[in-house]
């Protein structure tokens, strides 16, 4: 019995990493998407009690990082087209409706050439804890349903944020991630 669970659990093993694996061996011919932050509980709890200053402060904030993080993409990486779309809208992308995903900017519509790669299930990026007991900041790699990746594949590049001289730039996060990926695809 206890071999025949054995035997079950490597068939599972086995299927999930040939997923996985055509799943991160795609990401060329496919898409990488990254999700921005916006922060609109903040902002409204802000404006809920009276502090409209702190909600324009935390809006510009905002609005420079993504900034930075769109920037950092568009010059570090490499592998695949990148779009990008708001985290108000991260329920809408696991569904797959990518209206919301902009290439450049927020308002500007994407072109019926960008709709057919679109059909494709992309790797989302995002900046955030990683999946674990133990919490950090990062840049999380995931698939279309925000389900971080697990090993062999990259996970995550730590940003070391709140350390200090340690911190990590936006741009040598991205870059270090480009060349993660980079490398497993070319040695796997």
Known sequence: MNQFKYTIFL???????IYSQDYIKSLPENFLLVRL???????????????????NREKLKIKELNNEI?????????????????????EEIKKGNFKSVFHDKPNKNI?????NILNKKPVIVYFGYPQ???KFDALVISNFKLEQLEKPYPKYVRTFKGLGFLKRSTDRVVNILNKKVKWYYDNK
């Open 11 to 17: 068939i599972f093993t086995i299927c999930l990493n």
């Open 37 to 55: 932050k916006t922060n609109e509980k903040l902002i409204q709890y802000y404006i809920k009690n009276g502090d409209v200053n702190s909600a």
């Open 70 to 90: 769109m920037s950092s993409f568009k010059k570090n990486w490499t592998l695949s087209p990148v779009y990008f779309f708001y985290s108000n809208y991260t």
């Open 111 to 115: 072109n019926n050439f960008d709709t």
């Open 132 to 134: 674990g007991k133990i």
